[in-house]
């Protein structure tokens, strides 16, 4: 059973910066893609940053120059860098890693970690 364990959360005033951080509990090698999605109070999730296994990296338009996703496989964890963030970048943020099987297409989350943008 795939575990993800997301850490680095917590309260930050506006412009500030924090580092999320998902550690899988076996190599991330056999993930097509993993990522970020948030989830804001009232609000549905969406989807924030992912890359792929080979490296490509997509993201939200809402975070695109603010936000960076990485991905250490030597280490099976994938970090998003948070810079620059705004009150509406408050909402809790769940890990993802999702591959094909023979079965169809699988989606693994983490817990979620809360993360408020605030003075």
């Known amino acids: 059973q795939v575990q993800l364990v997301e850490s680095g959360g917590g309260l930050v005033q506006p412009g500030g910066s924090l580092r999320l951080s998902c550690a899988a509990s076996g190599s991330i090698f056999s993930f097509s893609t993993m990522g970020w999605y948030r989830q804001a109070p009232g609000k549905q999730r969406e989807l924030v940053a992912v890359i792929t296994s080979g490296g490509s990296t997509n993201y939200a338009d809402s975070v695109k120059g603010r936000f960076t996703i990485s991905r250490d496989n030597a280490k099976n964890t994938v970090y998003l860098q948070m810079n620059s963030l705004k009150p509406e970048d408050t909402a809790v943020y769940y890990c993802?890693?999702?591959?094909?099987?023979?079965?169809?297409?699988?989606?693994?989350w983490g817990q979620g970690t809360q993360v408020t943008v605030s003075s």
């Open positions: 993802n890693a999702g591959k094909g099987l023979a079965t169809g297409w699988v989606n693994y």
